[in-house]
């Protein structure tokens, strides 16, 4: 995602200075096209940058990028803004709009409802959090990235909605997966079904992004099961924090964290079929891997 959002941003103008992962070779390629330097301090890359965008696996990463000592995006943070992509818990926001605060730097969050293609085309869907002066600086940019882009509140609540939206998504992608492996057991035309399941009730954004890579085991990533097994738990923290008891949801991300046993973390969402079509039960790999 990273990746893709620096070569949108080249593409519509915006100078790509510095580039930085723990794998030093996606750096380096994306340098090369961009022009940028890839660089394995994380210090010079908010020395070169006004703007830097972070996208990170987890909460760990997160707070490792954003560190109060050692190399660290703070080491130059006074004046830059930094927009954090990726989806972690809310408080991990908080804490980075206050550290980055402290070092006379801005923050905000800019969670991400899309995927590969669109961080690429400049069109995902961005639910933002923190300061709304701040928000008003970074629009420019951010509208370069997005179809469409909400402003929500200060830091911490575009985190909780993104929580939420991928857990209703867990949640549907796992529903659609049983039934799509019961229709296979029933010996039903699963290309039917699905024509059904698109007319009716059972229709969903998830029947038509992962129905067919489910029937036909084409679990290309765009979202992965491990992160999706992530982003549950983020949503069920929240439920508890709140008093709530969410059995689907709770459902869900135990299928992801199956998944994760089975050796099946690095599939797509989509993969959880793996575990509810009856003729693969058992089985911990499909075509291609």
Request: charged share 20%.
């Amino acid at each position: 995602m990273g990746a893709n959002l620096a070569r949108r941003l080249h593409d519509v103008g915006y100078p790509i200075v510095a580039l930085y992962d723990v794998r030093p070779e996606p750096a380096a390629e994306v340098a090369a096209e961009t022009g940028g330097e890839a660089t394995s301090s994380l210090a010079r890359v908010s020395e070169l940058a006004d703007v830097v965008v972070t996208v990170v696996s987890d909460d760990a990463a997160m707070y490792q990028i954003f560190a109060p000592h050692g190399d660290s995006l703070l080491n130059n943070a006074q004046g830059r803004i930094f927009l954090n992509c990726a989806t972690v818990t809310p408080q991990v926001h908080r804490d980075v709009e206050r550290m980055v605060a402290e070092r006379g730097g801005y923050s905000l969050e800019a969670c991400m409802a899309s995927s590969i293609p669109q961080a690429r085309n400049g069109t995902l869907y961005l639910m933002i959090g923190g300061r709304p002066e701040v928000f008003e600086r970074a629009k420019p940019l951010l509208e370069k990235m997005s179809a469409s882009l909400k402003y929500l509140g200060e830091a911490g609540t575009a985190a909780e909605v993104k929580a939420l939206v991928n857990m209703v998504m867990n949640v549907n992608t796992a529903g659609l997966a049983e039934g799509l492996g019961l229709g296979d057991a029933l010996g039903l035309d699963l290309d039917l079904l699905r024509e059904v399941f698109s007319q009716t009730g059972a229709n969903s954004r998830v029947l038509e992004t992962d129905g067919a890579d489910m029937q036909h085991r084409e679990h290309d990533v765009y979202f992965s099961a491990a992160h999706a097994a992530k982003d549950s738990g983020i949503a069920l923290s929240l439920a508890r924090e709140a008093g709530l008891s969410l059995p689907l949801a709770t459902a869900a991300f135990e299928q992801y964290e199956r998944m994760k046993a089975a050796g099946l973390g690095e599939l797509d969402k989509s993969g959880v079929s793996e575990l509810t079509f009856k003729s693969r039960h058992g089985r911990s790999t499909v075509p291609g891997q």
